[in-house]
């Protein structure tokens, strides 16, 4: 930050000492002649004195050099810390818009990361429904065919119930056949060998078709056994699918869950966004109040070149009303001396009368 102490008569008198030993004054210069200022300061007032070294200078005659230097100062001066005040309040403007710029792209940052978080839940939320979906469609897949199953088995269980009542059948019928046997052998002896045969022939028949009997009702037995096997793995796997569905169900609250509280999260982000918006137009409105208070200052600091101007202008008037003073003083000397003369001429003129 500048010093206030470095005024325009210091900046003068060391660019005219620069000038007087054949050196170009320069801003840097002038600082190292001085030892001390800013370039900021040493700038505007070296500007002014090559202007007035370069155009008509100002005549001060007849004023004290001290009292045109202190007011030349105390211009320099006010200028100076007006300049620097409006530069203190353009930085500290500057710097709070900045901090909330910083604190906006924060804030817009996480929101950004928020949404990208809520995104991604959303998508695994639509696999865990996809995936649901699946296993459901499965669930039901297999459901039908353990119905079917259940059926095959139902119909299984009603044929090896008609293959036992035919079983049966044909033991009434053998048992039949054979009291019919041992009434004919009881009526006819004669008959008996043949009736045997037919007995026999019949029994071989029924024997062949109860061990066909046998052997389906074995092979039923199997089916039937395998049947039980299925429904009883279909069983186990709908109990699995129905774990894996519960889990689904659980995984699906629990995401449900956390896209709420996502959803608020980013709707507490959503207004602290808003707030900040908020505080940025504060901060806005400040700033505009500032610059309005820097176009004051602004105003001030002109108002005070015009003094400053008037005050010259006052100086440039007060030197023309010592010139006319000087003037009416010398035409006064002059009419002093003129009568001067003429009373010494009247004196002289007078000096024979009374010697006569």
Known sequence: MARSGVGYVDVAK????????GEEPTVDKVRAQLGTGSKSTIAPLLKRWRTEVQGDPVDTAGLPRELVDALRDVYERIQAQAELEVQKVREESQSKQDNLERELALARSAFSSRNQELEQLEQKLQQSQEEGGRLTQRLATALSDLEKSEFQRGEGIKRVAELKSTVEEMKSENRDIREHFE????RSAGDRQQERDQARLVADQLRG?????SEQCSVRDRELGNL???IEELRDRGRELERVNQSLVGDLEASRVEAAENVRLVTDLQHQLERKHSECEQAQSQLRAQE???A????????QRSLAGRLEE??????KTVEDLREENR??????????????????????????
């Open 14 to 21: 060391a660019a005219e000492g620069l000038k007087a030993r």
């Open 183 to 186: 009434h004919f052998q009881q």
């Open 209 to 213: 078709q109860l061990a066909q009997l």
């Open 228 to 230: 039980q096997q299925q």
């Open 292 to 294: 309005v208070q820097n």
């Open 296 to 303: 004051a200052a602004a105003r001030e600091a002109e108002w």
């Open 314 to 319: 006052e100086l440039v008037t007060l030197r």
């Open 331 to 356: 035409t006064v000397l002059q009419e002093k001396a003129e009568l001067q003369g003429r009373l010494k001429q009247l004196e002289r003129s007078q000096r024979p009368a009374d010697t006569r």
